[in-house]
């Protein structure tokens, strides 16, 4: 076993990737599990709050753009539950956790989407969020988590350029669409902070993940760089970030933030936000509806194997 060992920490240092048949250390799978099924959760799930404008985008073009950017986050979670099942676990194990409430997904997808504005301001901030956390998870250890995070990346960048797009109109627009998309910030603004998870002195896996290269960066290094970007791009759109504390400190290089609300966010975890019921009512009524795609997918796959193997059988 230690020689197994000895392998994979040389793998890890040397910045080779981790593949499904390597011998990898339980705890890694573990979390790579908890991580990847959690990340899956969260881009399906992403889907309800804006498949919710679908059917009122203000034109077909913002109709189709919307679309496509769902239809992407449905994508997202195929990739992410396939590179999670190479490490051991059904997709039926991982949605079983997902509809029974002892999977997390993000938190962010418990808050409710009211106007038009929030489905810029999600673009915008919670893909903006979700790329400066995926793009080191580019050349994160495990190889199928990596590889499926290439495409995932480029296609968030598009999502959150598509979200900026429609923050940019409706703040170029009428007093009332500015003030709606002001608006949006302001509820989306400190939600957006949370999606790095808690801080770094709170975080205890973080070290060994860093160590094992699951992580690049710390939670508290990425939401910095998330609010350096975030600030200079509300300069454009004349939009104020709902933060009085927030001041440009020429010592540190960086931006100083207020505070973060630590309790509103484990009440959301804890399954107290404004939608985690409505969230997982509705996830776990389009299991229910699926069943019949489900039964004749297999009835199909079933009918064409025994085809196949009568062909085979024949020609023998
Ligand atoms: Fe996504
Ligand atoms: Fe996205």
């Known amino acids: 076993m230690d020689a ?56 077909l073009r913002r109709k189709a753009v919307l679309l496509a950017k769902v239809q992407d986050e449905a994508g997202h979670g195929l990739y992410l539950y396939s590179a999670a099942e190479t490490l051991g676990i059904s997709r ?60 995932v990346c480029k296609e968030e960048s598009f999502h959150q350029r598509q979200g900026f797009e429609i923050m940019l109109t409706l703040s170029n627009g009428s007093a009332i669409q500015k003030k709606m998309a002001q608006d949006a910030l302001n509820r989306w603004w400190w939600p957006s902070l949370m999606m790095f998870g808690p801080p ?32 200079e791009q509300a300069k454009v759109l004349g939009l104020t970030i709902p933060d009085p504390e927030l001041k440009w400190n020429e010592e540190r290089g960086h931006y100083d933030m207020g505070p973060i609300n630590w309790d509103e ?18 996830r776990r009524q389009a299991w229910e509806d699926g069943a019949w795609v489900r039964d004749a997918a297999m009835a199909y796959a079933n009918k064409k194997a025994a085809r196949s193997n009568k062909k085979t059988a024949e020609a023998a």
């Open 4 to 59: 197994f060992k000895q392998h994979f920490d040389e793998k890890i240092d040397k910045e080779l990737t981790i593949e499904p048949k390597d011998w990898m250390p339980d705890e890694y799978r573990k979390t790579l599990i908890r991580q990847i099924s959690q990340h899956a959760h969260s881009e399906i799930v992403g889907m309800l709050p804006e498949g919710n404008w679908i059917t009122r985008a203000p034109s």
């Open 92 to 151: 039926d194990e991982m949605l079983d956790q997902l509809h029974t409430g002892k999977a997390k997904y993000s938190s962010i997808f418990n808050y409710p989407t009211i106007t038009w504005a929030d489905m810029g301001a999600i673009g915008w901030l919670v893909d903006g969020a979700a790329i400066m956390n995926q793009v080191p998870l580019c050349r994160t250890s495990y190889g199928p988590y990596a590889r499926a995070m290439v495409r």
């Open 200 to 231: 770094d002195a709170e975080s205890p896996h973080t070290e060994q993940s860093v160590r094992w290269r699951i992580k690049r960066f710390t939670n508290d290094e990425l939401r910095q760089k998330f609010v350096d970007v975030t600030v």
């Open 265 to 282: 966010f484990w009440n959301v975890v804890k399954g107290n936000g404004p939608c985690n019921k409505q969230r997982l009512d509705t």
